[in-house]
């Protein structure tokens, strides 16, 4: 069994998460998640004058997961639209003191997260909402009880019975 060492900013960050929340009539708002682990993120978003003066986010996820959260927004808070959208899950693992490499995909989603808002917030400034593109269901079934599953999962979710993991999703 491993365990993951975590930075001290990391678990400060997770301790006491900044900026949790929802903006209920967010400028933007960016919502993602992995399938394979779980981490589901929302950021909301309020811009003026091309600059973003307010960060809330939702997460629902590992130690990691909420610190990446948490410092995403406090490191989009006060930047131009160019800067948050140049921000690299690098710049947010850095910010943290490092994450453990089976945590490195936290730093991606909160990268996306927050740049999926900014174009959600581009798109409605435009007039011409963004067209989500339909994502196909990638699901299997359990050879046990028939339970549909994600691809990803490695034992059923009604079951526990073992399952094949597949490098599609």
Sequence with gaps: MFTEKYTEKVLEHFANPRNVGEIPDADGVGEVGNPACGDMMTFYI?????????VKYKTFGCVAAIAVASVVSELAKGKTLEEAKALRNEDIARELGGLPKQKWHCSVLGAKALKEAILDYEARA??????????PKRKQACPECGVENPLTARFCMQCGAPLEVSCEA
């Design 126 to 135: 435009s007039g011409k909402p963004r067209e989500k593109p339909a994502r």
């Design 46 to 54: 309020r811009v003026q004058d091309g600059r973003i003066t307010d």
